[in-house]
Nanobody
Framework: QVQLVESGGGSVQAGGSLSLSCTVS????????VSWFRQVPGKKREGVAA????????WYGDSVKGRFTVSQDNAKRTLYLQMNSLKVEDTAMYYC???????????????????WGQGTQVTVYS
């Protein structure tokens, strides 16, 4: 069973930055998709960013392109999300997710992901 643990959430003023981390247990050296999603109560979960663990390709949701950067440290089994120029509308619970098996490309579709972390809250205030 794969487990994911997020950390790094918090509160920040609009225009500021935050960095999230997600550590993957039982990490496989084979490539697989790992992504960040976010959700506001009462709304559908939104795909934020994805990467192919062990690869170089990344994918982003339109609302975060140019502001967020997803990266990895394979040796540490960790996925990162650097969030810059944060907006109030970025406020949400952020989740890390992993997809079982090798798939290409990595889509930002929550229904394709098999393992989820507990989430970490990000609050951006004006």
């Amino acid at each position: 069973q794969v487990q994911l643990v997020e950390s790094g959430g918090g509160s920040v003023q609009a225009g500021g930055s935050l960095s999230l981390s997600c550590t993957v247990s039982r990490h496989s050296s084979n490539g697989y998709c790992v992504s960040w999603f976010r959700q506001v109560p009462g709304k559908k979960r939104e795909g934020v960013a994805a990467l192919y663990f062990g690869g170089t390709n990344t994918w982003y949701g339109d609302s975060v392109k140019g502001r967020f950067t997803v990266s990895q440290d394979n040796a540490k089994r960790t996925l990162y999300l650097q969030m810059n120029s944060l907006k109030v509308e970025d406020t949400a619970m952020y989740y890390c997710a992993a997809r079982a098996g090798r798939h290409w490309p990595c889509h930002l579709d929550e229904y394709e992901y098999d393992y989820w972390g507990q989430g970490t809250q990000v609050t951006v205030y004006s």
